[in-house]
T-cell receptor
Framework: DAGVTQSPTHLIKTRGQQVTLRCSPKSGHDTVSWYQQALGQGPQFIFQYYEEEERQRGNFPDRFSGHQFPNYSSELNVNALLLGDSALYLC????????????FGQGTRLTVV | GESVGLHLPTLSVQEGDNSIINCAYSNSASDYFIWYKQESGKGPQFIID?????DKRQGQRVTVLLNKTVKHLSLQIAATQPGDSAVYFC???????FGAGTRLTVKP
């Protein structure tokens, strides 16, 4: 079992550009959540996807959007990048029913210059 | 607003000592909490969880205590080892909300 996998591991973008991050959930998990973790801070919830729809959303602007595919994998898109978007972006997967423990990927380190 | 936070940003202990990491929460409706460990360059790793109908839960070398009266969680690590050095987060569900974390450093 590969667990939660994220790609790419590192990314450098220019302010104003758009970025897409990808996540494959752990086998058997159908719910995917995305988090932004600034340096020295705890992860902040962006949104959660289940059955290809956004189920919950944190306090992030509309520049942050996502998608979930039929195979449960997910993408996080950020438009009009700002310097402040530089962070580690974490994906976590969990089963929709039963256990609530979330498994995290290694994250994508995004740097906006 | 509601928040999950930690008392201390850093904790340094000697190898072999016991470690206690504290966490305060303000949402009295929270019914499930998780402690995560995050090593440098890695995603958070599940350590132990506890539901609000419990006061204590033990794992391998770790114990979580929940005091609902004062809305306080603690993580106790017995016989702390160098491999325990990491940032520890408490999180409440759902969705998961994390505090800023406590950096645990184990001195040999």
């Amino acid at each position: 079992d590969a667990g939660v996998t994220q790609s790419p591991t590192h990314l450098i973008k220019t302010r104003g550009q758009q970025v897409t991050l990808r996540c494959s959930p752990k086998s058997g998990h159908d719910t995917v959540s995305w988090y932004q973790q600034a340096l020295g801070q705890g992860p902040q919830f962006i949104f959660q996807y289940y059955e290809e729809e956004e189920r919950q959303r944190g306090n992030f602007p509309d520049r942050f959007s996502g998608h979930q595919f039929p195979n449960y994998s997910s993408e996080l898109n950020v438009n009009a990048l700002l310097l402040g978007d530089s962070a580690l972006y974490l994906c976590a997967s969990s089963p929709a029913t039963g256990g609530t423990e979330a498994f995290f990927g290694q994250g994508t380190r995004l740097t906006v210059v | 607003g509601e928040s999950v936070g930690l008392h201390l940003p850093t904790l340094s202990v000697q190898e072999g000592d016991n470690s206690i990491i504290n966490c305060a929460y303000s949402n009295s409706a929270s019914d499930y909490f998780i402690w995560y460990k995050q090593e440098s360059g890695k995603g958070p790793q599940f350590i132990i969880d506890i539901r609000s109908n419990m006061d204590k839960r033990q794992g391998q070398r770790v114990t979580v205590l929940l005091n609902k009266t004062v809305k306080h969680l603690s993580l106790q690590i017995a016989a702390t080892q160098p491999g325990d050095s990491a940032v520890y987060f408490c999180a409440e569900i759902s969705p998961m909300r994390f505090g800023a974390g406590t950096r645990l450093t184990v001195k040999p």
